[in-house]
Every structure is written in structure tokens, then in C-alpha cells.
């Protein structure tokens, strides 16, 4: 099983940057895309981006984000971040990271709690 762990949220003002982090331990050798949801109060949970393994690993990210969010994967440490700059009031939600294994099960963390206002 694989065990995930976030940190890196807050409370930030518009335009402002934020870094979240996500630690995976246990079996993590399994997992092939690590990757990081929202979800709004009242709203669904929704993608925001995702990373494969390899060295040449594939990026993903939802069109809100694009440019203004980056994913990026340590394998030696097993962990994935998400570098979030200039954020806006929409960007508020708390914020999960997610592992998928090679067969497609998938593993959430527990969530952080990301707020944009002044």
C-alpha cells in the first residue's frame, strides 16, 4: 500500500505564490502518476495536474492552471510538488494529492487547505 502526505498550504493573497509538497512512502515503487486535485466548497473535486514516471515523465494540467502552475516529481524522494504562482480567489479549495499504480488504483492524501484572499 501506498501512504500519502501533503503540506505546504495556507493562506495567501491574490497574486501571491504558494509551494505544496506530497510525500509517498510504503510501496511506493508501484506508482506510476502522481498527481494533484481541488475541491471547492460545494463543488466536485477536479484535476489540476499530474506527472508520470521517467525521466522523460509527461506533464499534464487543467487550462485554469496553465502557466501559472507547475508540477514537478523527485523519484529519489518520492514526493511531488506543485508550485502555485499567482494565485487567485478561484484558486481557494483544499488540495489532494493522488498516486496511481500501474493498474490504476489509486491512493489519496488526506488533503490541504489552500485560501486566496486579502
Known amino acids: 500500500q501506498v501512504q500519502l502526505v501533503e503540506s505546504g498550504g495556507g493562506l495567501v493573497q491574490p497574486g501571491g505564490s504558494l509551494r505544496l509538497s506530497c510525500a509517498a512512502s510504503g510501496s511506493t515503487r508501484s506508482i506510476n502518476t502522481m498527481g494533484w486535485y481541488r475541491q471547492a466548497p460545494g463543488k466536485q473535486r477536479e484535476f489540476v495536474a499530474a506527472a508520470t514516471r521517467g525521466f522523460y515523465g509527461n506533464y499534464n494540467y487543467t487550462d485554469s492552471v496553465k502557466g501559472r502552475f507547475t508540477i514537478s516529481r523527485d523519484n529519489a524522494k518520492d514526493t511531488v510538488y506543485l508550485r502555485m504562482n499567482s494565485l487567485k480567489p478561484e484558486d481557494t479549495a483544499v488540495y489532494y494529492c493522488?498516486?496511481?499504480?500501474?493498474?490504476?488504483?489509486?491512493?489519496w492524501g488526506q488533503g490541504t487547505q489552500v485560501t486566496v484572499s486579502s
Open positions: 493522488s498516486a496511481d499504480d500501474s493498474v490504476g488504483r489509486r491512493t
